[in-house]
């Protein structure tokens, strides 16, 4: 019933957006699909159908760059405009909607003649960009029925693709399709091609592409909690090989993708305990990489395993942390020292997210509180003979802003998932929350709150 209520609020105040558009003067663009009847504006408006895979992951990679975040007290906005960023898309009218026909959609990331190939490219490329940009609760509408469908066409044929470029867009298709609904049961036939592209793929992009395809198909496409397990060791794998079980040639991307895909998946694993402490042991060792990316995810994987470890202690006074978290806390100190992260081969902004890290992580062992938290007094001058309890901390500063949604972020659970939430949708993100169900379930959209 929520759902359901959530999707005609959104569709009647679209149609308002219509109706203004259309007294605006606005018309409809059309566009077509070479070889295939022409579609409606619901699918894609022209501007953005003939954008190169670069372009699309290099403005994703962007909106990412600062994590989207507004950092209380520090000077982490560049992102913000990104993420709030409102994209514009005219509802279609009922007749248009139901006159849609998705078969020709389907049919034109087929037909497997090497003269195909440019056309199939600038397909995904549209629908991509429409999935990832301009989702709302009319392409749920049109999308739901054929998702299915569509997941398995771009499935079943990435292997076959005859680019790099192609292989790398079907496997954006196929995880943005299977994150859009929550009803599909994916994940027991795409798991084998998707550890089949991790080893077998020559690019380092399409595998860690394959990982977060993986990841969200564990996650949210039919995956078990003993999935969620087996791909989680699977990943840690990678991540204790230095990649060299998945034959990755520049491991860092690799290295990373690993790193956040298995905490995103472990956030959402009832059981963790067992697969904790060889991740602590496997993380430890990243520790000392001379990649910012790599450090920067193993430091903050092992703060969200202590938090899972604070979190089933409830209130055992005699709780012992498996993994003694001091000598991790002398290390990270230690490393955020070395003259590596001070020196000018890393950009101001770089050497400062280094340290804000670092900082956060062992604010996070030492104190038992989540990410980005300051226990600097908010007051400047504390009045003499004041007690403890009196003095207030500045507390957690993380704040994430979506759209018009904005939510203290003061979990590494809630963290990663946000993380993963922004690699799979990019700037696109405030397009899918709240109206995409998967996005609103990841993100707990009842701790958000609306400007």
Same mark, same amino acid.
């Given at each position: 019933?929520?759902?359901?209520?959530?999707?005609? !609020?959104?569709?009647?105040?679209?149609?308002?957006?219509?109706?203004?558009?259309?007294?605006?003067?606005?018309?409809?663009?059309?566009?077509?699909?070479?070889?295939?009847?022409?579609?409606?504006?619901?699918?894609?408006?022209?501007?953005?159908?003939?954008?190169?895979?670069?372009?699309?992951?290099?403005?994703? !990679?962007?909106?990412?760059?600062?994590?989207?975040?507004?950092?209380?007290?520090?000077?982490?906005?560049?992102?913000?405009?990104?993420?709030?960023?409102?994209?514009?898309?005219? !509802?279609?009218?009922?007749?248009?909607?139901?006159?849609?026909?998705?078969?020709?959609?389907?049919?034109?990331?087929?037909?497997?003649?090497?003269?195909?190939?440019?056309?199939?490219?600038?397909?995904?490329?549209?629908?991509?960009?429409?999935?990832?940009?301009?989702?709302?609760?009319?392409?749920?509408?049109?999308?739901?029925?054929?998702?299915?469908?569509?997941?398995?066409?771009?499935?079943?044929?990435?292997?076959?693709?005859?680019?790099?470029?192609?292989?790398?867009?079907?496997?954006?298709?196929?995880?943005?399709? =299977?994150?859009?609904?929550? !009803?599909?049961?994916?994940?027991?036939?795409?798991?084998?091609?998707?550890?089949?592209?991790?080893?077998?793929?020559?690019?380092?992009?399409?595998?860690?592409?394959?990982?977060?395809?993986?990841?969200?198909?564990?996650?949210?496409?039919?995956?078990?909690?003993?999935?969620?397990?087996?791909?989680?060791?699977?990943?840690?794998?990678?991540?204790?090989?230095?990649?060299?079980?998945?034959?990755?040639?520049?491991?860092?991307?690799?290295?990373?993708?690993?790193?956040?895909?298995?905490?995103?998946?472990?956030?959402?694993?009832?059981?963790?305990?067992?697969?904790?402490?060889?991740?602590?042991?496997?993380?430890?060792?990243?520790?000392?990489?001379?990649?910012?990316?790599?450090?920067?995810?193993?430091?903050?994987?092992?703060?969200?395993?202590?938090?899972?470890?604070?979190?089933?202690?409830?209130?055992?006074?005699?709780?012992?942390?498996?993994?003694?978290?001091?000598?991790? =806390?002398?290390?990270?100190?230690?490393?955020?020292?070395?003259?590596?992260?001070?020196?000018?081969?890393?950009?101001?902004?770089?050497?400062?997210?280094?340290?804000?890290?670092?900082?956060?992580?062992?604010?996070?062992?030492?104190?038992?509180?989540?990410?980005?938290?300051?226990?600097?007094?908010?007051?400047?001058?504390?009045?003499?003979?004041?007690?403890?309890?009196?003095?207030?901390?500045?507390?957690?500063?993380?704040?994430?802003?979506?759209?018009?949604?904005?939510?203290?972020?003061?979990?590494?659970?809630?963290?990663?998932?946000?993380?993963?939430?922004?690699?799979?949708?990019?700037?696109?993100?405030?397009?899918?929350?709240?109206?995409?169900?998967?996005?609103?379930?990841?993100?707990?959209?009842?701790?958000?709150?609306?400007?």
């Amino acid at each position: 019933m929520k759902s359901h209520a959530r999707m005609e !609020a959104m569709k009647e105040q679209e149609v308002t957006t219509s109706n203004d558009a259309s007294s605006s003067g606005c018309r409809p663009d059309i566009i077509m699909f070479e070889g295939s009847p022409s579609l409606p504006s619901i699918l894609l408006s022209p501007s953005s159908s003939r954008s190169s895979i670069h372009s699309l992951e290099s403005s994703d !990679a962007s909106c990412c760059a600062d994590n989207g975040f507004e950092l209380d007290g520090l000077e982490h906005q560049e992102a913000k405009a990104c993420y709030a960023e409102n994209c514009s898309l005219r !509802a279609p009218d009922s007749a248009e909607l139901s006159n849609f026909d998705t078969k020709p959609l389907i049919h034109s990331f087929l037909g497997w003649k090497p003269m195909y190939g440019d056309v199939r490219e600038r397909n995904l490329e549209s629908y991509i960009s429409h999935v990832r940009h301009k989702y709302n609760a009319w392409t749920h509408d049109w999308l739901n029925p054929v998702s299915n469908e569509l997941a398995e066409v771009f499935l079943r044929q990435i292997d076959r693709g005859t680019t790099l470029r192609e292989r790398l867009l079907r496997l954006q298709a196929y995880y943005l399709t =299977i994150s859009t609904d929550d !009803a599909l049961k994916t994940f027991h036939y795409s798991q084998s091609a998707l550890k089949k592209i991790m080893v077998e793929d020559d690019d380092d992009r399409c595998k860690v592409h394959a990982t977060r395809a993986l990841c969200m198909a564990v996650t949210y496409s039919g995956g078990s909690q003993q999935d969620r397990q087996d791909v989680m060791q699977y990943l840690l794998n990678i991540v204790q090989s230095n990649g060299q079980s998945v034959k990755s040639h520049k491991f860092a991307p690799v290295m990373s993708a690993a790193i956040i895909g298995w905490s995103f998946i472990a956030s959402h694993v009832d059981d963790l305990p067992d697969a904790a402490i060889p991740a602590v042991d496997a993380f430890s060792q990243q520790l000392d990489t001379t990649d910012m990316q790599i450090l920067c995810d193993a430091a903050q994987a092992i703060a969200f395993i202590y938090e899972f470890w604070r979190d089933i202690q409830t209130d055992d006074v005699h709780f012992q942390f498996p993994y003694d978290p001091h000598p991790i =806390i002398g290390h990270l100190k230690d490393v955020a020292r070395l003259d590596r992260w001070t020196v000018n081969i890393f950009s101001a902004k770089k050497r400062r997210r280094v340290r804000d890290v670092l900082v956060s992580v062992v604010t996070s062992l030492r104190h038992g509180v989540g990410p980005y938290y300051s226990t600097r007094l908010r007051a400047r001058d504390v009045p003499p003979g004041a007690e403890e309890d009196q003095v207030e901390e500045i507390g957690y500063r993380y704040r994430c802003r979506i759209g018009d949604y904005t939510s203290l972020i003061d979990t590494w659970t809630a963290l990663w998932r946000v993380e993963m939430m922004k690699l799979v949708f990019g700037c696109g993100l405030p397009q899918h929350f709240p109206v995409n169900l998967i996005v609103s379930t990841c993100l707990d959209d009842e701790f958000w709150d609306k400007d």
